[in-house]
């Protein structure tokens, strides 16, 4: 292949900027699929990710179009997941393109997310190519936001092309923008063999199917392909281009080219995102820049309502492992709850798509524990431990220090909301670093927080507060000493292991009368007084109780309406189906969820 004619490129975008829609009409016009065919967001294949309508995965697609100039050449679009937790995998997708289109909604201008990855195709050096999307809509701006794009970002936008991807206005602008403005790759095809793993994906035929982008030498199916982080080698099966309705095989890929390979690969953990694929005949003495193995943020413990279905839950994570190298997961016990998983997560999206996933494709009903982060603590002894489940939280008389990861978080915002985010941000114990006017009417506030304090509900509580108008970035920053606590919950004086957890001190109070509340209002009456008690250590800091019940359920229906009683049978019986004896004291699940969703 020519290199010449080879454009390899990403689109960018804030969420609903209208990426996908894009994405759909670049292939529409290229022919790349036939009509009766054409899905709706072809790019993202899975249907979570289509009712949500988020990217969760790399996807890439080979598409040819024949220019104005009279030439015809291949676009290589790869497509980049629009969620913060997946922002590695969105680093990867860029270092292998020349170029990106940042699509910016006309009617809403320049947001958090349009910055960020914006910010990330600049360190990659890439050509950004604006373009002003949703000319259609009444509310559009297109002056407006070209003038935000010049302002915020510093990109000259005055030529950028304007459309509605919707609607289908425009689009060959893009297309002609990108040819003549996306510099081609300039890779040696004779040098010895170096392509970047941007994404993979297991099948139940072929195995593991590896995207790459071919950045030196040639590659052809008699070699053997080495993956440098894990030094895994394979027999190829099969190599080819990923054409929007197939993957169609080929004879060898070079220096440009953006294709895939089989090889019978088992696991999707051999051929993690980043790595970089040499050759045994020509092997590259360096790896490409950039590799980092994946990195679980947020913790929970996973199980099932109905203990029996543990065996079901194993193998439904190790399929969805097989295809998610950044979901982990490790056995783990709890008197409240039986045999269940540690699992491991890149962030709160993820870990809510994982859960909804278990649930849905492999029926599952699930408990989860709350989420928590991974703490370190150096013991007395010097020994360092890292803690992923609170319940095994060393006991303070052993620790010398205790470290909770902290990160670095963006707000873009117009000035108005400053005065909401800032105390927001306070009371998380948010360290405010600076805050600068990108224009006259938005403004960037960094502050260092602790990822404990953003994990549940921060970004929802934003939302609130800035009437939907401030936007969320935050990376992985560095361990800091802390000043945390262990809190316990007790149920008629019997500890609780489920519902331990870690917090930082001057809030466990508040946050362990508030438990308490949640816990009685959702504990049915027993016979019994049922005492419902918060500690630390040993010491009880939050109490209710729960009364002893008096009367039989159908007391209080005076005779009378005979269906009303059989409802309230019928109410009783299921509840008694989801209740857990927990010593002895019965909790319906429905408390574990109350208090989980706390916050
Ligand atoms: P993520 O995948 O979540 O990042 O979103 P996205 O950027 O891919 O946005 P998507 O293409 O899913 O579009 C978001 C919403 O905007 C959808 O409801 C689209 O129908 C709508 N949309 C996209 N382009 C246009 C447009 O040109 N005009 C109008 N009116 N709506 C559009």
Redesign the pocket.
């Known amino acids: 292949t020519d290199q010449s004619k080879i454009r390899n490129f990403s ?1 960018i ?12 009409r670049l292939l529409e016009l290229c022919h790349a699929v036939p009509e009766r065919e054409m899905e709706n ?1 072809l790019l ?1 294949s899975m249907d979570l ?1 289509r009712e ?4 969760i995965k790399a996807r890439a697609v080979t598409i040819q179009y024949d220019a104005l100039d009279g030439q015809t050449y291949t676009l290589n679009l790869i497509d980049t997941p ?2 913060v937790d997946f922002n590695y995998e969105v680093s990867r997708s860029l270092a292998a393109c020349e170029g990106a289109i940042l ?1 910016v ?1 006309a009617s809403q201008g320049v947001e958090a997310q349009t910055l960020a990855n914006t910010y990330l195709a600049i360190e990659h050096d890439l050509e950004i190519r604006p373009v002003i ?5 009444p509310a559009a701006n297109p002056a407006l936001a070209k003038e935000e794009v010049e302002n915020v970002i510093g990109l000259e936008a005055a030529d950028a092309p304007e ?5 289908g ?1 425009n689009i060959q602008a893009v297309l002609e923008d990108v040819v003549h403005h996306v510099p081609a790759p300039q890779g040696d095809p004779k040098a010895p063999f170096k392509a970047l793993i941007f994404d993979s994906q297991y099948d139940a035929y072929r195995g593991v199917v590896v995207y790459f982008r071919v950045m030196e030498g040639t590659l052809t199916l008699d070699q053997t392909v080495r993956m440098m982080a894990s030094g895994a080698e394979y027999g190829l099966v099969e190599i080819g281009h990923l054409l929007p309705t197939k993957l169609e095989p080929c004879k060898s890929l070079s220096a440009g080219e953006v294709g895939y390979l089989t090889a019978s690969i088992k696991n999707v953990k051999d051929t993690q995102v980043g790595d970089t694929i040499t050759t045994v005949e020509t092997p590259a003495a360096e790896p490409l820049p950039g590799y980092r193995p994946a990195r679980s943020m947020v913790y929970c413990g996973i199980y099932t309502e109905d203990g029996s279905k543990y065996p079901d839950l194993r193998d439904a994570l190790e399929k969805l492992q097989l295809n998610d190298a950044s979901l982990t997961f490790e056995p783990e016990t709890s008197a409240a709850l039986g045999f269940g998983f540690r699992c491991g997560f890149l962030g709160m999206l993820h870990m809510e798509i994982i859960q909804e996933r278990l649930e849905r494709e492999f029926d599952l009903d699930l408990i989860t524990t709350l989420p928590n982060v991974i703490y370190e603590v150096t013991k007395t002894d010097g020994t360092e431990v890292r803690v992923d489940n609170p319940h095994n939280y060393p006991d303070p008389s052993v620790i010398a220090e205790q470290r909770e990861p902290f990160v670095k978080v963006s707000i873009i915002s117009p000035p108005d909301y400053v005065g909401n985010i800032m105390p927001m941000c306070q009371e998380r114990r948010g360290e405010f670093k600076d805050m600068q006017y990108l224009d006259t009417n938005l403004v960037e506030i960094h502050y260092h927080m602790p990822l404990n304090e953003i994990i549940y509900d921060f970004f929802d509580a934003l939302k609130a507060r800035t009437k939907g108008y401030a936007s969320l970035d935050y990376e992985f920053l560095d361990y800091r000493a802390s000043d945390l606590v262990k809190v316990d919950l007790l149920l008629n004086g019997e500890q609780v292991d489920a519902l331990s957890f870690i917090v930082h001190r001057e809030k466990a109070y508040g946050r362990a009368r508030r438990i308490c509340e949640k816990l009685k209002e959702n504990i049915p009456r027993q016979l019994f007084e049922v005492p419902v008690q918060a500690a630390i250590g040993g010491k009880i800091i939050a109490r209710e109780t729960v009364k002893a019940m008096r009367k039989d359920v159908l007391a209080k229906c005076y005779g009378g309406d005979i269906s009303r009683k059989k409802k309230l049978l019928e109410k009783q019986k299921e509840g008694k189906k989801k209740m857990r004896t927990l010593g002895t004291v019965q909790l319906p699940t429905e408390a574990f969820m109350a208090v989980l969703k706390l916050d």
């Open positions: 689109i975008a804030h969420i609903d900027h209208g990426k996908s829609t894009l994405a759909d967001q993202d990710e949500r309508g988020i990217t629009g969620h699509v909604d999307n949703k000319i259609d809509l459309i509605s991807a919707k609607m206005i």
